[in-house]
């Protein structure tokens, strides 16, 4: 167990969160061989928690998952091949191009929205951006659905930028995702001021509870019962000994090598530290994949950051028991046009795009579906968003056909009503 760690107030901590997440002040690592096998390619679903590794900008299929080599489009990216006979991988991510026996590539997925907001949107619920209401990442829709799994640590945490997730959209308030900016820093803002003793905390939340007694009376209703629990999980969180499943100062210095220094890096970490102690959902985003000019000088760098971090945790959660229970889910908002642009970058394209999975409730080593010669359209296998959303709610085992209802009545089902992809389920 770790020492004790002083809390902060609740009102403090949770109207940071709501402020991030509302807008409101509411209250290589190992080589492919001796850890790869048939039971690492094919992991026993379904999935009991899932990590979403989210690359913001628009990834470039092209010259990462879907290369065309010996094409013009290809540009000055070169391939590697994988394990997977017949399959290349751009230059830069020769970790995954080793361990491709792990995982299901989708390189047919297309879309038709081609700006960042609204597709980053659309990935995250599965459902297009509309004014009359706010739908749920799918990692609220997992604890709405199937549950928490126990503990003081919340069922759903977001590394990286909050200001524009759809958080816990319709659902229950409690079901939003706790923002974690810096996976070094951890859960901030965790420790008691010193001025303010254990003695004075607890007459301060029995203060801060009288006052809200006559607001509750006055507007009881689920929403308010909600936000009521959401402080309660904080105030326990708060003096919990789980909260060192955010410190990674604890694992040796081996495994940061492992994974890598970047912030990612960082957060691939974190998010394996938290999976292994009871989270239920966990994304880690990585901005910096729009390259409209001088893609070919700055994509290899963040794809090196990418495989070494991904490679890391499959390898990581495989030596630890936790990949036959975790999935995986590599995603972006849209792709990039094969056409090299004067900058020598590539623009928004929605068309054709890759996305990928590993892990609990998928096989390994299958590549779905195919752009065209020139990376432009799905040539076969097309998935689109709401699919692809509805293959992880399959490999998660979340009732995907099942219709959930928002306060206004209409319906909506996990995944978008999508179709699962069912070439790439175990």
């Not at 107030?9 to 001796?34: E, K, N, P, W, Y």
């Not at 361990?99 to 989708?106: G, Q």
């Not at 929403?223 to 904080?234: K, N």
């Amino acid at each position: 167990m770790i020492p004790d760690c002083p809390p902060e107030t609740r009102r403090g901590v949770m109207a940071r969160i709501a402020r991030s997440l509302f807008g409101v002040t509411a209250a290589d690592a190992l080589l492919a061989g001796a850890t790869h096998g048939a039971a690492a390619g094919a992991p026993a679903g379904p999935a009991r928690a899932i990590v979403t590794l989210f690359m913001r900008g628009a990834m470039s299929h092209l010259d990462t998952f879907d290369p065309k080599p010996g094409r013009p489009e290809q540009g000055e990216t070169g391939t590697v091949a994988t394990r997977t006979p017949g399959v290349a991988f751009g230059a830069a991510l020769d970790r995954l191009a080793r361990r491709s026996d792990r995982l299901a590539v989708l390189r047919g997925m297309t879309t038709q929205t081609g700006a960042h907001e609204q597709a980053t949107y659309l990935m995250r619920t599965a459902y297009p951006t509309i004014g009359s209401i706010r739908h749920p990442a799918l990692g609220a829709w997992a604890l709405h659905a199937d549950g928490r799994r126990g503990g003081d640590l919340p069922g759903f945490v977001l590394v990286g930028n909050a200001n524009e997730h759809p958080g816990c959209g319709f659902l229950d308030p409690a079901l939003a995702p706790v923002p974690v900016a810096d996976p070094k820093a951890g859960l901030e803002n965790t420790r008691r001021p010193a001025y303010l003793s254990a003695e004075n905390f607890e007459r301060r939340l029995a203060l801060a509870d009288r006052i809200d007694r006559d607001f509750r009376a006055a507007f009881a209703g689920p929403q308010v019962d909600a936000y009521d629990r959401l402080y309660g999980e904080a105030v326990r969180l708060l003096g919990s000994g789980e909260l060192g499943a955010f410190d990674l100062g604890r694992e040796p210095q081996s495994v940061h090598e492992r994974y890598g220094t970047s912030p990612f890096g960082r957060g691939c970490l974190l998010a394996r530290r938290l999976v292994e102690s009871g989270v239920r959902v966990v994304e880690v985003e990585f901005g910096g994949w729009d390259m409209h000019r001088g893609l070919f000088e700055n994509l290899p760098a963040r794809a090196e950051i990418l495989d070494r971090a991904m490679a890391a945790l499959l390898d990581d959660l495989a030596e630890r028991g936790l990949l036959e229970s975790t999935l995986v889910v590599l995603a972006t908002e849209f792709g990039r046009t094969p056409k090299i642009n004067d900058n020598a970058g590539r623009d928004h394209h929605p068309a054709v795009f890759s996305c990928v999975l590993a892990g609990a409730g998928v096989r390994g080593g299958v590549v779905h579906g195919a752009s065209d010669e020139r990376g432009f359209a799905p040539d076969s296998g097309a998935v689109t968003v709401a699919d692809f959303n509805t293959t992880v709610a399959a490999a998660a085992g979340l009732p995907f056909e099942r219709e959930f209802f928002a306060p206004s009545g209409r319906p909506f089902k996990i995944g978008g009503g999508g179709t699962p992809v069912r070439e790439v389920l175990a």
